[in-house]
């Protein structure tokens, strides 16, 4: 079992919609939480950081947690085409506080 | 402007001439650390630097070096390159790299093919 899934995609939406992507982690003992953008051909931007279980919003992005059932999600609100990206989940695996684990990613599009 | 720096974006070699890809960040940041990434696999780390002269293997470190002599440079050294590290590679950097840190900045990557 990989530390940190993620359904590859593609995932399509049509602009205006709300995109929800999805991410499951092995580790129970993970602490934080974080959701990185990237565009074909660059570096991963990071976006979004949860900690705590429930839900965090920023803008049109909102991240939520559920530690009990080891499950990170994003939703994208009001999607652009601009939205149309790869994105990245990464977990802090907690037994090594320096042990960042990256999902291998989502692709999104946004069709308008 | 707050950036991590690699260098060279584009590099094409042949199999075992030794090669280095520059990493600098201008943030004062203790921790720094590379990634490859591959199709299907994700983002993979190789070696990573707590501060200066701390150095410890990721995932993938063999066939990889690195040094951390100053705090804002981690050179990624490739002593014999061969074809299965064709890859697309990141330098990142964080604060402390402890996990309420906020995340990482990475750099602009480079593509690395080995023939």
């Known amino acids: 079992q990989k530390e940190v899934e993620q359904n590859s995609g593609p995932l399509s939406v049509p602009e205006g919609a709300i995109a929800s992507l999805n991410c499951t982690y092995s580790?129970?003992?993970?602490?934080?939480f974080f959701w990185y953008r990237q565009y074909s051909g660059k570096s991963p931007e990071l976006i979004m950081s949860?900690?705590?279980?429930g839900d965090k919003e920023d803008g049109r992005f909102t991240a939520q947690l559920n530690k009990a059932s080891q499950y990170v999600s994003l939703l994208i609100r009001d999607s652009q085409p601009s939205d149309s990206a790869t994105y990245l989940c990464?977990?802090?695996?907690?037994?090594?506080?320096?042990?960042?684990?990256f999902g291998a990613g989502t692709r999104l599009t946004v069709k308008p | 402007e707050a950036q991590v720096t690699q260098n060279p974006r584009y590099l094409i070699t042949v199999t075992g001439k030794k090669l280095t890809v520059t990493c600098s960040q201008n943030m004062n940041h203790e921790y720094m650390s590379w990634y490859r990434q591959d199709p299907g696999l994700g983002l993979r780390q190789i070696y990573y630097s707590m501060n200066v002269e701390v150095t410890d293997k990721g995932d993938v470190p063999e066939g990889y070096k690195v040094s951390r002599k100053e705090k804002r440079n981690f050179p990624l050294i490739l002593e014999s390159p061969s074809p299965n590290q064709t890859s697309l590679y990141f330098c990142?950097?964080?604060?402390?790299?402890?996990?309420?840190?906020?995340?990482?900045?990475f750099g602009s990557g480079t593509r690395l093919t080995v023939v």
């Open positions: 990464a977990v802090n695996l907690g037994y090594n506080n320096n042990d960042m684990r």
């Open positions: 949860i900690y705590s279980n």
């Open positions: 990142a950097s964080s604060l402390t790299g402890l996990m309420t840190d906020g995340g990482y900045t």
């Open positions: 580790d129970r003992g993970s602490q934080s």
